[in-house]
């Protein structure tokens, strides 16, 4: 990869693509190449022609087609949309020519990857649990890839995490969540709370930064970048 690495935005028009843009224009090393959106009027075909990496935040009816083509192209993704099936990108990620590669986050914020890996670790002493979800209403997936995320690595500790898990959508949230526990007269509470969309900045800058540079070619989680 280039000195500088040129970044494309998928879903460039929405909150969070505008966000990420901003974030890309602002950090050292990189270039903002291009700006996909159908509200913008760039293809996604055309953002592949100029970039190295593509940042997909669109919607979960096009993550899984626009992130494949952008590996299919040579092009690393970083995906942080949700929604979709995960199984299936990863294998037409490892099954793609050339040795592009793709790194999934269902969150981004550094506070929500410790989130995850403390409740890991409390489902070893307590692992009776509930997890509950808040965002904003206009997100159209539920549960959120944080809940479900957090879901996989409390069952891999040995947790069980009573379904369903609870979401909720309303105006004036941005992405929350809280994973309860409950034992013998006790409970505990691990929460975290993006109040602003610049908490995912680092995360998605970090992997921008270190896609390429991945053992593997399909990688889920901030953890193992951090």
Known sequence: MADTIKVAVSGAAG???????????????????????????????????????????STPE???QNAAAAV?????????????????LRQRVEAAPG????????????????????SRQ??????????????????????????KRTAELIAEAGGDVHQPIHSIRLPGLVAHQEVIFGGEGQTLTIRHDSIDRHSFMPGVVLAVRRVGEMPERFVVGLENLL
């Open 72 to 88: 299919e192209a040579g092009v690393h993704a970083v995906v942080g949309a949700t929604g979709f099936d995960l199984d299936e």
């Open 122 to 147: 409390a489902a070893e002493h307590m692992p009776q649990c509930e997890i509950v979800e808040l965002h904003h209403d206009r997100k159209v997936d539920a549960p959120s890839g944080t809940a």
């Open 99 to 118: 040795d592009a590669k793709c790194f999934v986050a269902p969150n981004f914020a550094i506070g929500a990857v410790l989130m995850m890996e403390l």
């Open 15 to 57: 909150r969070m693509g505008q966000t990420v843009c901003e974030a890309v224009e602002a950090a050292d090393g990189m270039e903002l190449a291009a700006r996909a959106d159908p509200r913008l009027e760039e293809t996604l075909a055309e953002a592949l022609e100029a970039a190295d990496v593509l940042v997909e935040f």
């Open 62 to 64: 096009s993550v899984l």
